[in-house]
């Protein structure tokens, strides 16, 4: 019996166990290996200078610097971006708050998506335009699939 025959006998055996328990850190394993991401890295303008507010770690609107957080630490993150299934790009648009109602003020957030994306498609081969770059963009965080070329 081949290795790879043995590996196939191992995973049809072991699914049924794993979808009893979904916690298991196999399971934890086996998804990160199949689902790789590729965080890009922007100027700190994008994101992190949004951290001098300490609310923007613990408000309500603070997932984007959990998100980004977790993606740095995933066990399946990768550093070329031919590898990646997903991509991620850590754009803080939630972090500057109204003075008038203390809730994030959306304004800034088109122009901020849209410099992101400019920024990545700068250092892309010319001829490659991000599809991101030709429809709107919404004002969260932005994790694309694979077939989006940036």
């Known amino acids: 019996m081949t290795r790879l025959s043995c590996s196939r006998i191992f995973l049809l055996k072991l699914l049924p166990e794993l979808w009893r328990k979904p916690s298991s850190s196999l399971l934890h394993h086996l998804f990160c ?28 609107f603070a ?34 708050f109204s003075t008038l ?13 849209s410099s992101a994306v400019r920024f990545i498609s700068a250092g892309l081969p010319s001829g490659i335009a991000p599809a991101a770059a030709t429809t709107s963009s919404s004002p969260h965080t932005t994790s694309a699939p694979a077939s989006t070329p940036w």
Do not use: K, M
């Open 101 to 113: 109602n203390g809730f994030p003020a959306l304004h800034h957030a088109r122009p901020l998506i």
């Open 33 to 60: 290996w199949l689902l790789l991401e590729y965080v890009y890295e922007l100027p700190s303008s994008y994101n992190r200078d949004w951290l001098s507010n300490p609310r923007c770690r613990s408000h309500l």
């Open 63 to 96: 997932s984007e610097v959990a998100i980004h957080e977790a993606l740095l630490e995933y066990p399946g993150r990768v550093y070329d971006p031919n590898e990646a299934d997903f991509f991620f790009v850590p754009v803080y648009v939630s972090c500057n």
